[in-house]
C-alpha cells in the first residue's frame, strides 16, 4: 500500500502511466488528421519520348497528365507530370507565355526532355553494343578478346547509363518507338477482318520504361504509370476484340467472382488482433519498467532500502509489495494506453468519415469476450514483466544502471512481439507454452475470430499456467536477488578485466563457481552458434558419397573442439582440483552397473515419451533429418556411426556438463538445485526441442547418478551405451519381426520399433528401483542430499507419469 | 541484552581477493547502558551493527540481540531494535507522519495505541510542525528527526546507533546526542558507532576501539585510561592504532 501510495505521488510515474497514455492518442489522432490534410504527394515526373507515335485513339494523355480515368483512383492523375516531347514540340510554335513561372516551368521541361534524349542516344549505343555481342559467335581467341572487350565496355556504358538516369530528375523515362500508332492500328485492322497476323519478335515495336527499383519515387511513379499503361493496354484489346466481334472475356476464359464475406467487425478484429497484443505486451513491459526502477535502485540511492530492511517485515514480504505494486502499475499502464487508444481510434473513424482513414479499416472495438480474456491474461503477463524488472532493479546500484539493464528486457520483448505480429505464426502447443509469445498468440488468435474460438480456449489453459508459472519463477528470483547481501549492498566497484581475471585465478578453489560454470555453458553455446554456419557449409560443399562421413567427422571434432576443449580449458585454470572438478575417480561397482543397465530401461521409455509428444514439437528442418538419417545409414560401417554419435558426445558432454557445469553449479550445495540447472543447459545444447526436452530428462537421471556416484565414468558408460542404443534402434531393419513372445513386448511401426505397455511398465518400475537404490548409496555425505534425493522421487514420478 | 562473540564478516572483493571486515568481535551490552564502537572509517563498524541488525549475515560467531538469536530468529531480532544510521533515508514522497506512523504499522502496533505513541514522540521531538511536510522538502536536521522517530516508534529495548551525526551541523548533532542520553535515561540499551572521540568521551558509559576489523581495546573510559597512561582520548586511540600496526608489521617481516 505505501509503495502504491508513494509511487501515485511520483509525479513522473504517474504522467508516463496515466496521463501520458490518456493524452497521447489522441494527440497522435489529431497529428494524424493534419497530416492526411496537409499531405499532398509531389508530383513526379514521366518522360515521354516519341509521343507522336502513340495511337490517338484511346486517349493517353491530357495536356501534361495521363487521362485520369485510366487511373483506379482518378485523382491519382495529379500525381503524375507527364512531359512529351509532343507537347513542347506545340509550346515551342506559340508565343512564350509573359508568365515568369510558366518559363520556369519550360525551362524544367526542356531541360528534363533534354535529359531524356541524352538518356536515349546512350540506351542506343547499349543496345548496339548488345547486338555486336550477341553476333560474336565463335570460340576462337580473338573472338573471345573481343567478346571480353565488349563486355567490359557494355559494363561501362551500363553504369554511365545508370549514373546519368539517377543524375537526371527524371522517374520513369518511356520510350516510344517509332510508328507504334500505326503498328497497332494495322494489327487491331487486321484482327477485324480475322487475317492472320505475323508479328517478327525482333522487330516488334514495344515501348520501353526505363526506371531505378531502387530508388522510391521511381517506385511508386512507376507502379502508377504501370497501372495507367496496364488499363491503356486492356482498352486496346478490348476495342480490338470488338471490331473483331470476339467476346470481350476472352483474355480471360476462366473469370473468377471474388464475394468478400468479411464483416465490419471481422474487419475491426483483423485490426484490433494485429495491434492490441502487440501493444498490451509493451505496455505491460514499460508499464512495469519505472515503478521498478524506482522501487529497486531508486530505494537504493536513496537509502531508504537498508531503513525498509531493518523493519521487522520479511525479505519475501518486502518484495511482495514492490512486486504488487509494479504489477497494479503495469496492469493500468497497460488497460490505459489500450483504452484511450481504443476510443481514440473510434472516434476519428467517426471523425474521418470515408475518408482516407477508412483504409486502416473500421476501429470498433472487440467483443467483450475478447476483452476479458485480454485482462485474464494481462495479469500473469504483467507479473512476470514486474517480477523481471524488479530482479534487475534490484541487482542495479543506481536508477540509471536500472535503465541499463531493463533496456535489454524491452528490446527483447519487443523482438517476441514483432515476431508474433506476422500473420503466418500461429498458436500451437509448443508456442503455448513460450513466455510472452503464447500470450501475444493467444491474443492474436481470440480477437481475430470471434466466432470459432472454441480450440483457442483449450490452449488457454497451457498458456495461461505456464505464463503464471514463468511469472512465480521471476518472482521466486527477484526474491532471491532480495536475499542476497551482495547484492543489496552493493559499492561502486571498478571493473577490469585484468583484474577480474587475476583475481579468477588467485581465489581458485578445487570446484568452479556457479558464475564459472554459467559461463563455460555460454561459452559452448557462443561456440556452437558460431561454427553452424561453417559447418553446415562444409557439409554441403562434400560430395553425396563422402557426405555422412565427413557430417561425422565434423561431428566428432565439434565435440571435441567446442564442448570438450572449454569445459578443460576452464576446469584446469580456474580450479586447484581438476580430478574433483571433473569427477575422475572409480565408482563403486554397483554405480557402474545401474550406467549399464539404466539405458537400456530409459531408452523405450523415452523412445515412447517422444512419439506420444510427437505433436507437441515442431517438424524438423530438412538439414537436422539429414543428419538423423545419416546415424541409420546402413552403408555406413557401425564403428564409425558408433564413435561419432555415441563416443564423442558420451566423453565429451559429460566432461563438461557433468564435470565442469554440474561441479560449478553443485559448488553453493544445493544438489538438486545443481541437477536440474546442469540438466537444462544439457538439453539447450541439443538445440532442437524434441532433443532438448529428451536431453533435459535423461540430464537429472545422468546428474543424479553423477553426484551421487561422485564419478564421471558410469555417466560416459550411460550417455555411451543411451546413444548406441538409440543408433541401434534406427538400424533395425523394417522387416524385422517380433517373435517368440517377443510380440508381447515390441512391435514394427512404419516409423519404427515400438515398445508396449508391459515392457514400458517393467522399466519404468526397474528405473524407480534402480535410482532409489542410487541416492540410498549415496558416497556424497553432505546434508543436502536429502533434498537431491527428493528429487529423484519426483523425477522417479514424473517419468512414470507421463507414460 | 546484546551479547557478541566471536563475531566475523567476511567478503569478496575483486581486488584484495577475501576480504576480513570484522575479525573475531566479542562483547557485551547491558541495558541502560551506552556502548561505543570507537574507529575509523572502514574499521568494521557498520559491518558489525548491520549483523546486530541481522541485515548481513555473520560468517562465523553467534550473537543474541534482546534475548534472540541474530541466525535463528532474525524476525524478532528486528521487532526488538531501532537501527539508526546515516544510510536510513526517509522518502521523499511521504509526509513526516505517514512515514513513521507506516513504520509503526510494519511492527504491528495496534492502531490507537499507535496514535497515541505517535503524537507522544512527535511533541517530544519537537516535530509537530513539520507532521504534514513531504520528506523532499525536509532540511537534514528535520530528517534526522524524522529517523529517530522512526527508530523509537515501536519502543524498542536496543537502540543501535550507526554514526548518526555524519554529516549533520553543530546544533542538529547536539540535538541528536541529547535525545539519545535522554533514550538511556529511560533504561535502553544502546550500542553507538562513531569516528569523533567528543561524542564518546561525553555519551559512552563504556567503549571499544575497533580497527582493521578488530577490537583493540575495551573498557569505560576512566578505566581506559589508566589502563594506557593516557589521559587523552584521542591521543589514546592513535597510540592503539600505532601499536596495531607496529604488530603488523611485525608480522610481515
Redesign the interface.
Known amino acids: 500500500m ?1 509503495e502504491l ?2 509511487q501515485m ?2 509525479r513522473r510515474t504517474l504522467f508516463m502511466v496515466a496521463i501520458l497514455p490518456l493524452l497521447l492518442y489522441p494527440a497522435m489522432g489529431i497529428g494524424m488528421v493534419q497530416m492526411t490534410v496537409l499531405f499532398s504527394e509531389q508530383p513526379r515526373d514521366v518522360v515521354i519520348l516519341g509521343a507522336n507515335d502513340l495511337p490517338d485513339y484511346p486517349q493517353l494523355l491530357d495536356g501534361d497528365r495521363f487521362v485520369s480515368s485510366w487511373f483506379l483512383i482518378p485523382s491519382d492523375a495529379n500525381k503524375l507530370r507527364v512531359i512529351t516531347d509532343k507537347t513542347t514540340d506545340k509550346k515551342s510554335d506559340e508565343p512564350v507565355d509573359d508568365d515568369q513561372a510558366d518559363v520556369v516551368e519550360n525551362k524544367k521541361r526542356q531541360e528534363l526532355l533534354e535529359q531524356a534524349r541524352e538518356l536515349e542516344t546512350v540506351f542506343g549505343k547499349q543496345k548496339e553494343l548488345l547486338n555486336q555481342l550477341r553476333q560474336i559467335k565463335g570460340e576462337s581467341k580473338k573472338e573471345q578478346a573481343a567478346r571480353q572487350r565488349l563486355k567490359q565496355e557494355l559494363k561501362e556504358a551500363n553504369s554511365e547509363f545508370s549514373g546519368l538516369f539517377a543524375e537526371s530528375q527524371i522517374q520513369v523515362l518511356i520510350l516510344v518507338p517509332k510508328g507504334l500508332s500505326k503498328e497497332i492500328a494495322r494489327v487491331s485492322e487486321k484482327l477485324a477482318q480475322h487475317e492472320p497476323i505475323t508479328i517478327d519478335r525482333a522487330e516488334s515495336l514495344r515501348p520501353i520504361y526505363l526506371r531505378n527499383s531502387a530508388d522510391e519515387k521511381t517506385r511508386i511513379a512507376f507502379s502508377q504509370v504501370q497501372e495507367v499503361l496496364g488499363a491503356y493496354n486492356k482498352d486496346i484489346l478490348r476495342d480490338r476484340l470488338n471490331r473483331a466481334n470476339l467476346p470481350e472475356s476472352l483474355p480471360n476464359p476462366i473469370n473468377p467472382i471474388v464475394i468478400d464475406l468479411a464483416q465490419d467487425e471481422q474487419h475491426a478484429a483483423n485490426l484490433w488482433s494485429k495491434l492490441f497484443p502487440a501493444l498490451l505486451i509493451i505496455m505491460a513491459a514499460t508499464g512495469a519498467f519505472y515503478p521498478a526502477i524506482d522501487l529497486g535502485a531508486g530505494e537504493k540511492e ?3 532500502m ?2 525498509l ?6 525479505r519475501t514480504e518486502i518484495v511482495l509489495g514492490k512486486f504488487l505494486t509494479v504489477m497494479v502499475f503495469s496492469v493500468s499502464t497497460a488497460l490505459l494506453n489500450l483504452a484511450s487508444m481504443g476510443f481514440t481510434g473510434r472516434h476519428m473513424v467517426n471523425l474521418a468519415g470515408s475518408g482516407a482513414l477508412s483504409r486502416f479499416g473500421d476501429m470498433s472495438f472487440p467483443s467483450f469476450t475478447a476483452l476479458f480474456w485480454i485482462v485474464v491474461l494481462l495479469i500473469p503477463l504483467s507479473a512476470l514483466f514486474s517480477a523481471l524488472c524488479l530482479a534487475f532493479a534490484t541487482f542495479a546500484r543506481s536508477s540509471k544502471e536500472g535503465q541499463y539493464y531493463l533496456t535489454p528486457l524491452l528490446m527483447v520483448t519487443l523482438g517476441l512481439t514483432v515476431f508474433c505480429l506476422s500473420p503466418a505464426v500461429e498458436i500451437n502447443p509448443f508456442y503455448s507454452l513460450m513466455p510472452i509469445v503464447g500470450v501475444a498468440l493467444l491474443l492474436k488468435g481470440m480477437l481475430l475470430s470471434s466466432v470459432n474460438a472454441g480450440i483457442l480456449y483449450v490452449y488457454a489453459i497451457p498458456v495461461l499456467v505456464t505464463s503464471i508459472g514463468y511469472s512465480l519463477l521471476a518472482l521466486w528470483w527477484a526474491i532471491e536477488q532480495f536475499q542476497r ?2 547484492v ?2 552493493r559499492e561502486a ?3 577490469e578485466v585484468g ?2 581475471l587475476r ?1 579468477m585465478i ?2 581458485k578453489d578445487s570446484l568452479p563457481t556457479f558464475a564459472e560454470a554459467g559461463f563455460c555453458f555460454v561459452i559452448i553455446m557462443l561456440l556452437q552458434f558460431a561454427v553452424m554456419n561453417s559447418m553446415s557449409a562444409a557439409i554441403q560443399a562434400a560430395t553425396d558419397a563422402e557426405r555422412p562421413t565427413r557430417m561425422m567427422q565434423l561431428l566428432m571434432i565439434q565435440q571435441l573442439a567446442i564442448i570438450a576443449t572449454p569445459a578443460l580449458i576452464m576446469g584446469i585454470m580456474l580450479t586447484t582440483s581438476v580430478r574433483k572438478t571433473f569427477r575422475l575417480y572409480l565408482p563403486s561397482i554397483g554405480f557402474l552397473i545401474v550406467g549399464i543397465v539404466l539405458p537400456f530401461l530409459l531408452h523405450p521409455l523415452s523412445i515412447e515419451l517422444a512419439q506420444s509428444l510427437s505433436w507437441f514439437f515442431p517438424k524438423l528442418p530438412e538439414g537436422t533429418a539429414a543428419v538423423m538419417q545419416s546415424m541409420s545409414d546402413p552403408t555406413q560401417p557401425i564403428w564409425l556411426i558408433l564413435t561419432a554419435f555415441a563416443l564423442a558426445p558420451a566423453v565429451c558432454e559429460e566432461l563438461a556438463f557433468r564435470g565442469f557445469i554440474l561441479s560449478g553449479f553443485g559448488r553453493r550445495g544445493r544438489a538438486w538445485l545443481a541437477i536440474i540447472l546442469s540438466s537444462i543447459t544439457f538439453g539447450a545444447m541439443h538445440m532442437i526441442p524434441q532433443q532438448v526436452f529428451n536431453a533435459t530428462l535423461l540430464g537429472l537421471v545422468i546428474g543424479l547418478i553423477a553426484v551421487h556416484s561422485r564419478s564421471l565414468l558410469p555417466c560416459v558408460v550411460f550417455h555411451f551405451i543411451y546413444n548406441s542404443l538409440a543408433i541401434l534402434h534406427g538400424r533395425i531393419p523394417k522387416t524385422w519381426l517380433p517373435e517368440n513372445g517377443l510380440e508381447h513386448f515390441v512391435s514394427m511401426q512404419p516409423e519404427g520399433l515400438r515398445y508396449s505397455w508391459p515392457l514400458l511398465l517393467i522399466c519404468g518400475a526397474i528405473t524407480i528401483v534402480l535410482l532409489l537404490w542410487v541416492q540410498s548409496q549415496s558416497q556424497s555425505k553432505n546434508a543436502l542430499d536429502a533434498a537431491g534425493s527428493s528429487n529423484s522421487d519426483s523425477f522417479g514420478r514424473r517419468l512414470t507419469d507421463s507414460k | 541484552m546484546i551479547h557478541v562473540e566471536q563475531l566475523s564478516k567476511s567478503f569478496d572483493d575483486l581486488r584484495r581477493g577475501s576480504i576480513v571486515a570484522l575479525d573475531s568481535v566479542s562483547f557485551d551490552v547491558k541495558a541502560g547502558e551506552i556502548f561505543g564502537l570507537l574507529g575509523p572509517n572502514g574499521a568494521g563498524k557498520t559491518t558489525c551493527l548491520r549483523m546486530l541488525s541481522t541485515v548481513l549475515q555473520p560468517t562465523g560467531g553467534t550473537a543474541t540481540v534482546a534475548g534472540f538469536d541474530v541466525i535463528k530468529q532474525p524476525q524478532d531480532v528486528r521487532t526488538h531494535i531501532g537501527f539508526m544510521s546515516c544510510n536510513t533515508g526517509i522518502y521523499d514522497r511521504m509526509t513526516a507522519w505517514e512515514m513513521v506512523e507506516y513504520f509503526g504499522r510494519l511492527y504491528d502496533i495496534e492502531e490507537h495505541e499507535l496514535q497515541e505513541r505517535l503524537d507522544r514522540i512527535f511533541t517530544t521531538l519537537q516535530m509537530q510542525d513539520i507532521k504534514d511536510l513531504l520528506g523532499s522538502k525536509m532540511s537534514t536536521g528535520m530528517k534526522q528527526k524524522v529517523s529517530i522517530a522512526r527508530t523509537i516508534v515501536h519502543d524498542p529495548p536496543v537502540l543501535i546507533f550507526d554514526e548518526p551525526t555524519t554529516g549533520l551541523d553543530v546544533l542538529v548533532a547536539r540535538a541528536v546526542l541529547k535525545t539519545i542520553e535522554a533514550l538511556r535515561e529511560e533504561g535502553k540499551c544502546i550500542i553507538f558507532s562513531t569516528h569523533i572521540m567528543r561524542e564518546v568521551e561525553k555519551l559512552c558509559d563504556r567503549v571499544a576501539v575497533i580497527y582493521k576489523g578488530k577490537i583493540l581495546a575495551m573498557g569505560s573510559i576512566p578505566e581506559l585510561e589508566e589502563e594506557y597512561h593516557e589521559s587523552d582520548m584521542e591521543e589514546l586511540f592513535f597510540k592503539l592504532i600505532q601499536e596495531h600496526e607496529d604488530q603488523l608489521a611485525m608480522k610481515a617481516q
Open positions: 505505501r501510495r508513494d505521488r511520483d536513496r537509502g531508504t537498508e531503513t530492511l531493518i523493519s521487522p517485515a520479511k547481501e551482495d543489496l549492498f566497484e571498478r571493473f583484474l577480474w583475481h588467485r581465489t
